[in-house]
C-alpha cells in the first residue's frame, strides 16, 4: 500500500521557537493531505487541508498564523508551529490522500510527530 | 456539523467471543463511513469503508441510516484483534471538493481480547 512517512518522529524545542513537521507521500502524488492533532487518550482532530499550490484550509478554532502549512510537491507538505509554547505540546499526524476521487480515492496517515515544548 | 460518537471507550471480550463496536453519526448530507484500527505503536490504518462493502480481517460493518449507525462487527474475536478502533466520517465527493476527505474521528474504542 501508499506510505506516508513523518519527519521528525519526535521533537523537543523550548518555548518561543518555531517548528517545523514534513510530511511526505513516498510512493504516490498527493495533492490532498491533510493535518491532525491528536491528544493523551484522545480522538484525532484535523486542524487543515493542504492542497497542492493552494493555501491551506483550516479548520475553526485553528490559528492560521500559528500553524503554517505549506504544500509546495504534490509529495511535500510542511507544518510549521511557530513561537510554539507549551500548550502546543501534541502529537501532530498528517494523512495524504491519493487521487481519484469518489470510491478510488484513499488517505494513508503518517506515523505522527510527538511534540514537547518546553 | 458533522459528528461521531463511539459511546465506549473501552471494551474487553475474550477469544472466541463475538464482538461489536458501536458508532452512531450525525450529518445533514450524504455521508461516507469508515473504520480505522491503530494496532500498538503502529499508525493509522483503515480497516474498511462503508461504500466497499468488503469483509476485512473478518469485521463487517453495516450503515443504518435509519439510526444513523455504523456499528463494527466480528462474530469470534482474536486476540490480535486487540487495538484502538476509531470511527470517521466524511462527506461525500462533490464538485466543489471543498469537504471531500475531511475526516471526522469518533474518540475511539480500545478493544482488549483475552486469551
Known amino acids: 500500500g501508499a506510505v506516508v512517512s513523518q519527519h521528525p518522529s519526535r521533537v523537543i524545542c523550548k518555548s518561543g521557537t518555531s517548528v517545523k513537521i514534513e510530511c511526505r507521500s513516498l510512493d504516490f502524488q498527493a495533492t490532498t493531505m491533510f493535518w491532525y492533532r491528536q491528544f493523551p487518550k484522545k480522538s484525532l482532530m484535523l486542524m487543515a487541508t493542504?492542497?497542492?499550490?493552494?493555501?491551506?484550509?483550516?479548520e475553526q478554532g485553528v490559528e492560521k498564523d500559528k500553524f503554517l502549512i505549506n504544500h509546495a510537491s504534490l509529495t511535500l507538505s510542511t507544518l510549521t508551529v511557530t513561537s510554539a509554547h507549551p500548550e502546543d505540546s501534541s502529537f501532530y499526524i498528517c494523512?495524504?490522500?491519493?487521487?481519484?476521487?469518489?470510491?478510488?480515492?484513499?488517505?494513508?496517515f503518517g506515523p505522527g510527530t510527538r511534540l514537547t515544548v518546553l | 456539523a458533522q459528528r461521531v460518537t463511539q459511546p465506549e471507550k473501552l471494551l474487553s471480550v475474550f477469544k472466541g467471543a463475538p464482538v461489536e463496536l458501536k458508532c452512531n453519526y450525525s450529518?445533514?448530507?450524504?455521508?461516507?463511513l469508515f473504520w480505522y484500527v491503530q494496532y500498538s505503536r503502529q499508525r493509522l490504518q483503515l480497516l474498511l469503508r462503508?461504500?466497499s462493502r468488503e469483509s476485512i480481517k473478518g469485521f463487517t460493518a453495516d450503515l443504518n441510516k435509519g439510526e444513523t449507525s455504523f456499528h463494527l462487527k466480528k462474530p469470534f474475536a482474536q486476540e490480535e484483534d486487540s487495538a484502538m478502533y476509531y470511527c470517521a466520517l466524511s462527506g461525500r465527493y462533490n464538485a466543489g471538493g471543498t469537504s471531500y476527505g475531511k475526516l471526522t474521528f469518533g474518540q475511539g474504542t480500545i478493544l482488549t481480547v483475552h486469551p
Open positions: 494523512s495524504a490522500m491519493t487521487a481519484g476521487g469518489g470510491l478510488y480515492s484513499e488517505q494513508f
Open positions: 462503508h461504500i
Open positions: 493542504s492542497n497542492e499550490g493552494s493555501k491551506a484550509t483550516y
Open positions: 450529518y445533514s448530507g450524504s455521508p461516507e
